[in-house]
């Protein structure tokens, strides 16, 4: 079992950045395979950047390239999302999540455990 525990949320105006951390509690963290999501207010969850485990590998999505950095360090089971140039669309909980089944995944579905969430909201 893993757990996941997400910080460094809150209210910033657009333009602005924001860094949200993800402690796991893994023993072996650097054999996960983590993930960023988000959840908008009337939306689904969404993908916005995963890391493999070594943090060889990094992937975003295209509403966030250029903006927002995912870096892992495993010496302390933690996972980064470094959000810069925020937009108000950002608004929405940012979830941190963990795989071993697979290197790195865009993909809800491959994901087995989640963090509770933090909130990031933009002021436009």
């Known amino acids: 079992q893993v757990q996941l525990v997400e910080s460094g949320g809150g209210l910033v105006q657009a333009g602005g950045s924001l860094r949200l951390s993800c402690a796991a509690s893994?023993?072996?963290?650097?054999?996960?395979?983590m993930g960023w999501f988000h959840q908008a207010p009337g939306k689904g969850r969404e993908f916005v950047a995963a890391?493999?485990?070594?943090?060889?590998?990094?992937y975003y999505a295209d509403s966030v390239k250029g903006r927002f950095t995912i870096s892992r360090d495993n010496a302390k089971n933690t996972v980064y999302l470094q959000m810069n140039s925020l937009k108000h669309e950002d608004t929405a909980v940012y979830y941190c999540?963990?795989?071993?089944?697979?290197?790195?995944?865009?993909?809800?579905?491959?994901?087995?455990?989640w963090g509770q969430g933090t909130q990031v909201t933009v002021s436009s």
């Open positions: 999540a963990a795989t071993s089944r697979i290197d790195t995944s865009r993909s809800y579905y491959n994901y087995d455990y």
């Open positions: 893994a023993r072996t963290f650097s054999s996960y395979a």
């Open positions: 890391i493999s485990g070594s943090g060889g590998s990094t």
